[in-house]
């Protein structure tokens, strides 16, 4: 199973990245954030259904303190990548 899902509200400059890596983490997610110019973060985001649904109902309530997401994109995507671990981009 892999996601795109675009972060959309006070994302960027809150240890956004850093805490949605942590989540990734523990629940074995595999992929990347980064921050996008518009704003918003980009999670790719690779792992199986139940822990995926998971750490997307974590993201979608802000997982840093200062974090506050508005809403999210989220988009299936056809494939699967190999990602090595998570890592945050940028």
């Not at 074995?28 to 690779?46: F, H, P, R």
């Not at 994109?73 to 990602?83: A, H, Q």
């Amino acid at each position: 199973m892999l996601k795109q899902i675009v972060v959309h509200g006070r994302v960027q400059g809150v240890g956004f990245r850093m805490t949605a890596k942590q989540l990734a983490d523990t629940h074995n997610i595999k992929g990347q954030v980064k921050n996008k110019e518009d704003g918003t973060v980009e999670i790719l985001a690779s792992g199986e259904e139940q822990e995926m649904d998971t750490f997307i109902e974590k993201i979608k309530n802000g997982p840093s303190p200062a974090a506050r997401v508005k809403y999210t994109d989220i988009t299936d995507l056809n494939g699967k990548e190999n990602f090595n671990g998570f890592k945050i981009i940028g």
